[in-house]
């Protein structure tokens, strides 16, 4: 077959990755070792053996693993090389373990150009450098055009717990519901960049590994943190959706304190959108016993991840919140008029509206 | 005073007009999500009854269309939609299934966006989906006419448009429909003007006001609903004056009939309506995707107990519909009132009716 030209298939050239790049002959070892070890932090000696031997401290370790995909892949704000690393370590801290190792196995389309390639794999090293973290093993394969959307990354991650484990599933009654800065930065930002609106606010995604700033309050609230919870999809709506109906209790929150930067509510009014309910990256949610609230608080408010922390509302008896109509109802907000009302799960893709 | 006093203070007037039992029906969707997404029924008497009508323009939309969009996405055309269309169900599946099986859908924020998919792929057809009141089509108008004057040949819209007063009257006049009162659209009525809502109050004695989405307008709204109901004085009170003018936008009124002229169409709920859509004008019969594509009879749908035909009408509530909140929820909707973000059952699930 050789000279024969699929016609979906470009040759590879030095501009954009191509199928040869995936098939395992000199094309792919040039890449890796040329595009992605040599950016890459923390290789070491058996970074090309068949598998990386960690040295892990003792004691419990934590464990995650998550798929990246976006389009665009480059945003105001960030790539979907910094999203891959910040999402795994994030999982991770949000157990209250610190990120030690990162696994990264890459999927590529072909014909994305190697340049956008190189800034991907540079801000994947870069993301991972900075949150201290060390990718250990990795995998790149190339498929045809159209059978990927650019690029997909997985990454896995091993961290090492600490002495309290936050769970989804401890929120109780009376804590206080904490958030390290404003909702829906990513989600708006990225929309605005996929659909080229003309939006003149500087609107840049909020990516960023949080966990330098849970641990500060970890070491202010201990226990008294019984949950954390990253607001990725489907935002602050999901999770705290997620956290009700995992710990059997109501949430309420009050919009009139919930971060949202003026210009992220603008655009999602247009679009028929709640900020509530789009994507964040570098956001967590806090439920807090409320004897700990004011230090942990205070701990987040002093990193610059949580300069914009708020105490947004209350969890309570599951029993006496109000049911909705149709939803499950464990989630009211009050409104900026002061009247409250159900915050719902967010249903499916986010679609913008007619008028 | 903040937003949520000067809210209480007027919620304190109505309440203090001693409001006899009435209902109310808000013609747009918006205002029905408005309603619901700001709790605004408790601020209100139990007196008054706030009901949804037939304004959005994705719900009113007929199975036959639904029918003939999904056809023209399976014969190779690129869609070019507003996103609350994609998830409706037709008698062929929805966009979305469609979608998922290979044909092309585009989600649009500007109708114009689909000139430049049409100049990007100049060996595919693709389709506007015109969908939408007397707001919307203006743009969709704009871009009809920009098509013809550069020659676009691989570009055509499915036009499906609406007008709100033939509806309203057709509503008002039908004996099994107990409407106290209409809020009117506020941005239908920046195109069309106060003026048009005129023969309502005349002709049928029900009073009327047009209002804004925040909060304080739609309060604004009732209030002047109730004290005309009280004072036995119907008449059309613009209570959006920072956007409503009596006359409306005629520029904008020209360049819609520059390009479609008023035609009986086809409403889900209420069936075929005299003078009461649009058609492209016969000048711009080539870019009508509805002789451009050869479509097959409409085939017919089973929605089983959903009952939006009766909700769009306001003769009864999302609530009265067995599939509510059971066998139809936004994840997966059977009615095009829950599918829409400005369905009044969406609004009705969401928000806690």
Not at chain 1, 24 to 46: F, H, K, T, Y
Not at chain 1, 71 to 82: S, T
Request: charged content about 20%; overall charge negative.
């Amino acid at each position: 077959m050789a000279g024969k030209r699929h016609p979906m298939h470009h040759q590879p050239t030095d501009q954009t990755i191509g199928l040869g790049h995936g098939s395992g002959g000199a094309a792919m070892q040039q890449l890796i070792r040329d595009e992605l070890l040599s950016v890459l932090p923390g290789q070491n000696p058996d970074a090309l053996e068949d598998a990386a031997v960690l040295d892990l401290p003792p004691g419990r370790i934590a464990f995650t693993t998550d798929s990246f995909t976006v389009q665009p892949l480059e945003f105001p704000g960030g790539n979907i090389g910094h999203l891959a690393v910040h999402g795994t370590v994030n999982d991770l801290a949000m157990r209250g373990a610190r990120p030690l190792y990162l696994s990264v196995g890459m999927i590529i389309e072909e014909g994305l150009p190697l340049d956008t390639l190189r800034r991907i794999v540079a801000s994947l090293g870069e993301a991972a450098h900075d949150a201290d973290v060390s990718i250990v093993a990795g995998d790149t394969k190339v498929v045809g055009r159209g059978q990927a959307d650019g690029i997909f990354i997985n990454t896995s991650g091993i961290g090492t717990c600490g002495p309290h484990a936050p769970s989804v599933a401890a929120a109780r009654p009376g804590d206080l519901v904490l958030v390290n800065g404003t909702m829906g930065d990513h989600g708006v930002a990225v929309m605005i960049a996929r659909e080229d609106l003309q939006v003149t606010a500087d609107l840049r995604s909020d990516t960023a590994a949080l966990y330098s700033l849970v641990e500060p309050m970890l070491a202010a609230g201990g226990e008294g943190i019984h949950t954390l919870r990253d607001l990725t999809r489907g935002g602050l709506a999901a999770g705290l959706n997620e956290i009700a109906s995992s710990s059997g209790v109501g949430i309420s929150v009050d919009s009139r304190a919930i971060p949202v930067r003026p210009e992220v509510g603008g655009v999602c009014e247009i679009l028929g959108l709640s900020p509530y309910a789009v994507a964040n990256e570098g956001k967590l949610v806090a439920m807090v016993a409320p004897d700990a609230a004011d230090a942990v608080l205070e701990a987040m408010r002093e990193h610059p991840l949580g300069a914009d922390a708020a105490i947004i509302g209350e969890a309570t008896d599951a029993r006496t919140a109000e049911r909705g109509a149709g939803a499950t109802g464990l989630v009211r907000v009050t409104t900026a008029i002061g009247t409250t009302r159900v915050l719902e799960l967010p249903a499916g893709e986010l679609l913008p509206r007619i008028c | 005073m903040s937003i949520a006093a000067h809210c209480r203070e007027l919620a304190d007037q109505i309440a203090a007009a001693d409001p006899p039992p009435m209902t109310i029906m808000e013609v747009c969707g918006t205002h029905s999500h408005a309603i619901g997404r700001y709790g605004i029924r408790q601020l209100l008497p139990e007196s008054i009854r706030l009901i949804s009508g037939p304004g959005c323009p994705v719900c009113v939309t007929a199975d036959s269309d639904l029918d003939a969009i999904v056809q023209i996405a399976q014969q190779g055309a690129i869609i070019a939609t507003f996103g609350d269309m994609v998830r409706v169900i037709g008698p062929r599946g929805s966009l979305a299934d469609a979608r998922a099986a290979g044909v092309e859908v585009r989600v649009m924020y500007s109708p114009m966006q689909s000139l430049d998919l049409a100049r990007e792929y100049p060996d595919r057809e693709v389709v506007l989906i015109g969908v939408g009141f007397e707001t919307t089509t203006p743009a969709i108008a704009v871009t009809v006419s920009d098509a013809a004057s550069t020659g676009l040949r691989n570009f055509s819209v499915y036009a499906c448009h609406k007008l709100v007063p033939p509806a309203l009257e057709v509503l008002i006049a039908d004996p099994d429909c107990r409407i106290d009162a209409l809020l009117c659209p506020g941005h239908v009525s920046t195109i069309i003007g106060a003026n048009a809502y005129e023969f309502i109050p005349r002709d049928h004695g029900i009073p009327c006001a047009i209002a804004g989405f925040t909060p304080l307008d739609i309060l604004l709204g009732v209030n002047s609903l109730v004290n005309q109901i009280v004072s036995g004085e119907p008449r059309v009170d613009n209570c959006y004056p920072r956007a409503v003018q009596a006359e409306g936008n005629p520029k904008a009124r020209a360049q819609v009939e520059s390009v479609f002229a008023v035609a009986d169409v086809d409403w889900r709920g209420l069936g075929m309506l005299p003078d009461s859509g649009l058609a492209l004008r016969a000048e711009y019969s080539h870019l009508d995707a509805r002789t451009r594509f050869d479509l097959a009879p409409p085939i017919e749908i089973d929605r089983g107990p959903c009952i939006c035909g009766e909700v769009l009408q306001g003769k009864a509530l999302p609530t009265d519909c067995p599939a509510f909140g059971s066998a139809c929820t936004p994840q997966s909707p059977i009615g095009p009132c829950m599918v829409s973000s400005e369905g009044s059952c969406a609004a009705a699930y969401r928000y806690g009716g």
